[in-house]
Structures are given as C-alpha cells and as structure tokens.
C-alpha cells in the first residue's frame, strides 16, 4: 500500500496561497494522486487528480516532481470557507488489482484559514 | 443529477441492537465503497463493490458486519449486535469503473451506540 505522510494542520490567512505537500515514498506505476477537501458534517469531495508534472483547474494546482514520491495542493487566494481537513489519496483503480484498500485514506491537513 | 444519498442520516441504537444503514449511490455507477469514520479520524475502508459482487471485503472489522449490494445500486450495510465501539459516521461513495475515476461520497449516517 502506498502510505501517506501529511502535516496535520496548517494555518493561513485569507488571501494567501496555501501549499500543502503529501509525501508518498513507495507510490507504485499505476497510481494516482488524488486530493480530497472535507468539511465538517459532510462527506469528503473531489478537488484534483494528477498522475505527474502539474495539474491546474478551477479549483486548485496539483505539483508531482519527476520521482512522483510527494505531490503538492496549491490553493490561491484561500478564503475563510476554504477551511476543511485535505487528504491526500493514492491508489490505483481497483478493478486492476481487485483490492480497493489501497484507496486508503489517510489522516489528513486541517487548514485553518485566518481573518 | 442527484448525488450519493444515504439514510438515515443519523441513527441512535442501544447496544446490542441491529442496525441497517442504506446509500443510494449516483447512477451509472458501478462502483460503491463503504467508510468508517470516527470523531476526528481519518476514514476507515470497509468494503468495496464491484456491481453486485464484493471483491474487497477485508476492511470489515468484524463478522458483526455485513454489506449487500442489490441490482448494482443500492448498496445496505448491516451491523448486527451493536457495541458502542461502533459509534462513528459511516459514509459510502461510488464512482465509475475504470480510469481512477474520482470517488463521490455521501454525506454519511452518524451511528451513536448508547
């Protein structure tokens, strides 16, 4: 399984940009990267994927170096609602191995956005 | 369209009691996981399906749990003999086979044991 190391929380303030880094050493070929945000009484919801180099869309920037063992969340310009817990997952579909517990979350940032 | 819906939202039981927890994953897809999630933890994998059938059921704590999935849409999971280590938010998500498609989760049943 591909273990995930995150801070467990990060404070900001508003307007700043906020870089969270997930480090996964033994991510494997086939894996993704994929970021989640969580809010407190709410399921977790899609942010980004990215499988190497950068991904941007609406929403944040995704940064894999080459070696693809860490990855970086960009925000720009946070705001007091984009407070939440991120987690960052990696996993590969499980169709192709037959065992979803790769899609194993881990414990997540709190970022706390400031006035 | 209508996103990944779970009910009951909230559920009391007293220990020892039955419970069955229900998600109504988004059409089209084939896909449902089941999660546990205690108070400020991260989440749990329970159990995975592919259409009807559970590949994956290695993340079950216990024979107490169980899960069915029924014409490759609704999915229940049953605790049987409820313990107040049960207590948590349970919360299923589906997702499209195939092309690491993202997961879409519930927003989950919260599960008191007393």
């Known amino acids: 399984l591909a273990k995930t190391t995150q801070p467990i929380s990060m404070d900001s303030y508003e307007g700043q940009e906020v870089n969270i880094t997930c480090s996964h050493n033994?991510?494997?070929?086939?894996?993704?990267i994929t970021w989640y945000q969580q809010f407190p009484s709410q399921g977790p919801r899609f942010i980004i994927q990215g499988y190497k180099t950068k991904v941007t869309n609406e929403v944040a920037s995704l940064f894999i170096p080459a070696d693809r063992k860490s990855s970086t969340l960009s925000l720009p310009r946070v705001s007091l609602s984009d407070t939440a817990v991120y987690y960052c997952?990696?996993?590969?579909?499980?169709?192709?191995?037959?065992?979803?517990?790769?899609?194993?979350f881990g414990s997540g940032t709190q970022l706390t956005v400031l006035p | 369209g209508a996103g990944v819906s779970q009910s009951p939202s909230n559920k009391v039981t007293e220990k020892g009691k039955d419970v069955e927890l229900r998600c109504d994953p988004i059409s089209g897809h084939t896909a449902l996981y089941w999660y546990r999630q205690s108070l400020g933890q991260g989440l749990e994998f329970l159990i995975y399906f592919q259409g009807n059938s559970a590949p994956d059921k290695s993340g079950l704590p216990s024979d107490r749990f169980s899960a069915e999935r029924t014409g490759g849409s609704v999915s229940t999971l049953t605790i049987q003999r409820t313990q107040q280590e049960d207590s948590a938010v349970y919360l299923c998500?589906?997702?499209?086979?195939?092309?690491?498609?993202?997961?879409?989760f519930g927003n989950g049943t919260r599960l008191t044991v007393t």
């Open positions: 997952l990696v996993g590969d579909e499980p169709i192709s191995s037959g065992s979803a517990r790769q899609l194993t």
């Open positions: 998500a589906s997702s499209f086979a195939g092309g690491n498609s993202p997961l879409h």
């Open positions: 033994n991510i494997a070929t086939n894996d993704y």
